[in-house]
T-cell receptor
Framework: RKEVEQDPGPFNVPEGATVAFNCTYS??????FFWYRQDCRKEPKLLMS???SGNEDGRFTAQLNRASQYISLLIRDSKLSDSATYLC???????????FGAGTRLAVHP | GAGVSQSPSNKVTEKGKDVELRCDPI?????LYWYRQSLGQGLEFLIY????????KSGLPSDRFSAERTGGSVSTLTIQRTQQEDSAVYLC???????????FGEGSRLTVL
């Protein structure tokens, strides 16, 4: 079983839609979590951190459920520019190792 | 430059040859990571350097892979006797500390014929 698992998608949604991605992690000792965004043939870039209390950044909301060991990302009012692959990340090994999921692909269409 | 720099950006080699990939992290960043990404796949952790500590090599797939970081800055990933399955994009990232935001380079695309 992979340490971080995501639905690969693709999620095809119209502009303005709300879309949610889930990610599960297997290492219960993982302490920190992130969402990264990767555009086609580009390097990943940090989208947002995930806190136990949940956090919101504009149209993006991230949640952590430690009991069920999953992380979610909600995107409201989708824009064409949101089309990308979203990578879930869990930090393990005493904050040394960032483990990436395989990513969920989002395609927003007009 | 201000970002993470990797070279070469593209490398085509023949099976059995050795290759070296270079990474220049952001100045002052103490943590440096190597990942590889095969076509349509996620990022596979390879190795992690943090300051002067012993590196975490737990992700290196075989003893053909090695990496070093000189002077706490530039890092070189070496793949000996390359195989076709080594074909991937090799991404380097640095951060200001363990577990912090990673800043990635644009990657080195390796193709083994």
């Amino acid at each position: 079983r992979k340490e971080v698992e995501q639905d690969p998608g693709p999620f095809n949604v119209p502009e303005g839609a709300t879309v949610a991605f889930n990610c599960t992690y297997s290492n219960s000792a993982s302490q920190s979590f992130f969402w990264y965004r990767q555009d086609c043939r580009k390097e990943p870039k940090l989208l947002m951190s995930v806190y136990s209390s949940g956090n919101e950044d504009g149209r993006f909301t991230a949640q952590l459920n430690r009991a069920s060991q999953y992380i979610s990302l909600l995107i409201r009012d989708s824009k064409l520019s949101d089309s990308a692959t979203y990578l879930c990340v869990a930090v393990s090994g005493g904050y040394n190792k960032l483990i990436f999921g395989a990513g969920t692909r989002l395609a927003v269409h007009p | 430059g201000a970002g993470v720099s990797q070279s070469p950006s593209n490398k085509v080699t023949e099976k059995g040859k050795d290759v070296e990939l270079r990474c220049d992290p952001i100045s002052g960043h103490t943590a440096l990571y190597w990942y590889r990404q095969s076509l349509g796949q996620g990022l596979e952790f390879l190795i992690y350097f943090q300051g002067n500590s012993a590196p975490d090599k737990s992700g290196l797939p075989s003893d053909r892979f090695s990496a070093e970081r000189t002077g706490g800055s530039v890092s070189t990933l070496t793949i000996q006797r390359t195989q076709q399955e080594d074909s991937a994009v090799y991404l380097c990232a640095s951060s200001s500390g363990a577990g912090g935001e990673l800043f990635f380079g644009e990657g080195s695309r390796l193709t083994v014929l």
